[in-house]
């Protein structure tokens, strides 16, 4: 037992100062240096109050106790006699590593759509998704501003990635760590793109801030964590989102003709 305290209290340890530095960051950057100079990155030109972003902060760190004794439970106790997390990193070749990461990033995001379409069900709503919700104008520290049952859902999503994946411990982390990344890229209220990343293939496939923004500010549609793929197989994308995204681009880098924009994409 007191070996599962003390890993708990390590990995909580860890993710809360991981959280802190890698929200914490562009929160400084955009919401507290350089607002002004940024301000063209707004996608929301309203502010959220010190208020909500104490708020956040609070909710993420119980969501952040939550997933750390999730991770605990499924490496630290007979649990793990259940999953295919192996010790030694020869165990499969190196480059596996990078291969379980993407493929766990794929299943979390298939995961993470229908749980969170289910999360918008009325009677599921108010009872815990509305606290992530109260958050219309996100910032980075609403990442992990979850109701504890929805922490305990959101963490779950470890369970099968280890279950169907053999996962070296290194592997989970640079998991948790890219998804936290892509998370507070999501809420960061600010879109960041390069301007040629509307004609790529890329913009067809991932989520962006304003994909995510969106969510937010209109409740439905956009369910997707980190690619666009279920939301437009199942039809539940904003149908304003690639307008609002051009709408960002226009205040980014100046008016694109349709023209342009055409001749932008029939040459990507």
Do not use: C
Not at 45 to 71: C, G, N, P, Y
Not at 97 to 119: P, Q
């Amino acid at each position: 037992m007191e070996k599962i305290i003390e890993a708990t209290i390590n990995i909580f340890s860890f993710s809360a100062i991981r959280y802190f530095i890698l929200a914490g960051i562009p929160f400084a950057l955009f919401y507290l240096l350089m607002p002004a100079k940024l301000g063209k990155f707004k996608i929301q030109q309203k502010i959220a109050t010190k208020k909500d972003f104490v708020r956040e902060v609070w909710h993420s760190m119980q969501s952040t106790l939550i997933f750390s004794i999730i991770a605990v439970g499924l490496a630290f106790t007979p649990l793990r006699q259940y999953t295919r997390i192996y010790a030694h990193i020869n165990d499969f070749p190196i480059w596996y590593i990078g291969v379980a990461l993407v493929l766990s990033l794929i299943i979390h995001d298939t995961y993470f759509y229908w749980m969170h379409r289910l999360l918008h069900h009325k009677k599921l709503f108010k009872l815990t998704h509305l606290v992530h919700h109260k958050s219309t104008n996100p910032s980075p520290w609403t990442s992990y501003s979850f109701h504890i049952l929805e922490a305990i859902t959101e963490g779950l999503v470890l369970v099968p990635i280890v279950i169907l994946l053999p996962m070296h411990p290194l592997t989970i982390l640079l998991f948790t760590i890219t998804g936290f990344i892509i998370n507070v890229y999501g809420h960061l209220g600010y879109e960041i793109m390069p301007k040629g990343f509307r004609h790529t293939w890329a913009f067809e496939i991932l989520n962006t801030s304003v994909h995510h923004n969106l969510h937010h500010s209109k409740f439905k549609g956009n369910y997707g964590l980190y690619f666009r793929i279920w939301d437009r197989v199942m039809g539940t994308e904003h149908p304003d989102y690639v307008k609002e995204y051009d709408r960002l681009q226009d205040q980014r880098f100046g008016h694109i003709s349709s023209e342009e924009k055409d001749h932008k994409s029939q040459a990507a």
